[in-house]
């Protein structure tokens, strides 16, 4: 990607730049430190994706810049410098604006980048990163995760630009960026891509949601709709030194290979909408929540403490079947959750979402008090008014039909590890990303996927353009002997997956059934799903050319795995 002495002296330059950044580790907050329930929760702007001509909705054209400004984080942290999507520096927030777009009406987005030359987070050079000729700018390229949209606007990994446009990276085309809203209704969010960047820049704050509505679809099923009662909340995980900064851990864990990556970042407060910890009134009534899991490499499993059920509605961007009544909710990275919490049920005065899930999920470190707390709900007394329901069915879309399967595929998650057994980068099927495209699915193609995990983590994959629905999941028997194969073969095939994959089968949870857009990959296991390179709700092909450049990706949605380099190229063909 980089010629080999620019390589060198920018790592020079960077090096010098990461010695500047070795902060004392003491200077860190720790969580008791902080009061917990004491800010409200903020509701971040609203940004309209269509303009309102004679009554008819008409598409809009908006301008979106990424600011470097300071955010209060928690009522006594000092401000904290982040990067924050806006349409002015005055008005931008972590997370950013929420976009509500229509179903039907396009939106156009020129993304402008005002970052400043430095970065306000510990970055690698080492691992492949889409680095400035001119060595300034922070390079930043948004996409629109769950969008259906061309490849020019779709945010690839190297169409990435500095401030003002100034420099852009090999596959950058255009300013501003087409999205065409013709798909299923639902939850998105766009965030920062750029190559190597990603884990650091979404740590800066380069998120935020986009909704698209369609009214003659959603409304007759009578969900809370209403602005106030139907809440995009952001959930994340971060620390922060004293005086207020973001703590990222500058030092890698093999930092003669790879001075600063680490292959999980895990932050000690837990943040909803910007806030610590926040608090929330409520009424007695139903809410909408689309709880979108921001994190680098933090699962959540929710749950109320006093009982308090969630009925899911949605999973990622698309609706379910029929809403799934559930206790608990595991989310993964950049999985959402679109569900409909009802506080009337409340038997208490106020509601405590928690989380329980290990770190690293499935096999690390249980919660402690900091991370197993996520905000405070009170409810309102008094009986209220409530016209929203909870319909018995809400949206169906046709199953996908197996037989129509086209190819069938063998993915395999690799983790490579130093001497001292610590791991120091990972790939898909044991190759870089710049290694020649192998996945090159027809458009309007239904495949088969089989996803096999040869680590120890679980790995959200996400894959970009289409959407999936998970079938099944069965672990691997004798699977160091298959390891061993793999490692050396790299042909899931001829070392027998078959022979293999013959262990314990889990089932796909109710509530995950549906299209998805990400799925955890457990460990040890083969996942197989169903991808759909099409519209889910209609049989319309796309309005655009999805063979054209720079293509697409798919890959895991652990930030820090993502950048180094768990990413393939995914191209199109007719
Ligand atoms: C930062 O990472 C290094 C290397 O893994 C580790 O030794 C050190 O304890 C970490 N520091 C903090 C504050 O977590
Ligand atoms: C959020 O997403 C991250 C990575 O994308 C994942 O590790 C984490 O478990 C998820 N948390 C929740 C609550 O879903
Ligand atoms: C798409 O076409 C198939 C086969 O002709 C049909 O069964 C299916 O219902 C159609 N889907 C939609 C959403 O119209
Ligand atoms: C095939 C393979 O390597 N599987 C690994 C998956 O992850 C588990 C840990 O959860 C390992 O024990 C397996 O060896
Ligand atoms: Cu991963």
Redo the contacts with the bound molecule.
């Keep these: 990607m980089v010629g080999m002495e620019k390589f060198l002296i920018f790592e020079f330059i960077c090096l010098a730049f990461l010695v500047s950044f070795a902060w004392g580790?003491d200077g860190?907050i720790i969580p008791s430190q902080l009061e917990m329930f004491v800010d409200e929760l903020p509701d971040m702007p609203r940004v309209k994706g269509y303009d309102v001509d004679n009554g008819a909705p008409v598409s809009k054209s908006l301008v979106i810049g990424m600011f470097c400004k300071q955010w209060k984080f928690h009522r006594d942290l000092p401000p904290t410098q982040v990067f924050a999507y806006g349409t002015s520096e005055e008005t931008a927030t972590v997370p950013g604006p929420t976009i509500e777009a229509l179903h039907g009406i396009d939106t156009h987005v020129t993304w402008t980048n005002h970052l400043p030359s430095k970065h306000i987070l510990p970055w690698d050079p080492t691992i492949p990163t889409a680095i400035p000729q001119k060595m300034k700018g922070i390079p930043t390229v948004v996409h629109l995760h769950g969008g259906i949209d061309e490849p020019e606007s779709d945010g690839h990994a190297t169409s990435w630009f500095t401030s003002e446009f100034e420099e852009q990276g090999p596959t950058w085309t255009r300013k501003t960026y087409h999205y065409h809203n013709l798909q299923h209704p639902g939850t998105l969010w766009y965030h920062d891509h750029a190559m190597g960047l990603t884990r650091v820049n979404l740590l800066a704050g380069l998120v935020g949601a986009y909704i698209i509505r369609h009214p003659h679809v959603e409304l007759p099923l009578g969900l809370p709709s209403v602005e106030k009662f139907d809440r995009p909340l952001f959930v994340f995980d971060r620390s922060f030194r004293s005086d207020g900064s973001i703590?990222m851990?500058?030092?890698?864990?093999n930092?003669s290979i790879h001075p600063q990556w680490?292959p999980e970042y895990f932050g000690n407060s837990i943040i909803v909408n910007g806030k610590a910890w926040p608090h929330m009134i409520v009424r007695r009534r139903r809410y909408r929540f689309r709880i979108i899991n921001a994190s680098n490499a933090r699962f959540f499993k929710f749950y109320f403490n006093n009982g308090l059920k969630f009925i899911h509605v949605g999973s990622d961007s698309a609706y379910h079947e029929k809403p799934v009544i559930v206790n608990d909710i595991l989310l993964a990275p950049s999985e959402i959750a679109d569900v409909v919490i009802d506080f009337s049920k409340s038997i208490s005065d106020s509601a405590i979402l928690c989380n329980d899930a290990p770190y690293p999920y499935p096999s690390g470190d249980p919660v402690n008090e900091a991370n197993s707390k996520i905000m405070k709900f009170t409810i309102n007394p008094g009986h209220e008014s409530d016209t929203s329901k909870i319909p018995s069915r809400l949206i169906k879309y046709p199953y996908p039909n197996l037989p129509s399967a086209s190819t069938t595929r063998y993915i395999a998650f690799y983790e490579y590890t130093s001497d001292i057994g610590?791991p120091t980068h990972l790939y898909i099927n044991g190759k870089s990303f710049e290694a020649p495209v192998t996945e090159k699915p027809k458009v309007g193609a239904t495949e088969i996927w089989n996803v096999i995990n040869l680590t120890g983590d679980n790995h959200p994959l996400h894959i970009h353009l289409g959407l999936f629905v998970a079938l099944d999941q069965t672990e691997l028997v004798d699977v160091d002997k298959f390891k061993e194969c793999m490692m050396k073969v790299n042909d899931a095939i001829k070392c027998h997956l078959d022979k293999y994959a013959r262990g314990k089968k889990i089932e796909v949870p109710a509530h995950e059934k549906g299209w998805k857009n990400v799925y955890k990959m457990m460990p040890g296991y083969v996942t197989k799903i169903l991808v759909r390179f099409s519209y889910i709700h209609s049989n319309d092909s796309y309005p655009f050319d999805a063979t054209a450049e720079p293509g697409y990706v798919y890959h895991c949605h652990i930030l820090d795995h993502e950048d180094n380099v768990m990413m393939r190229p995914l191209k199109f063909v007719h």
């Design positions: 580790e860190l703590f851990n500058s030092t890698g864990n930092p680490q610590e």
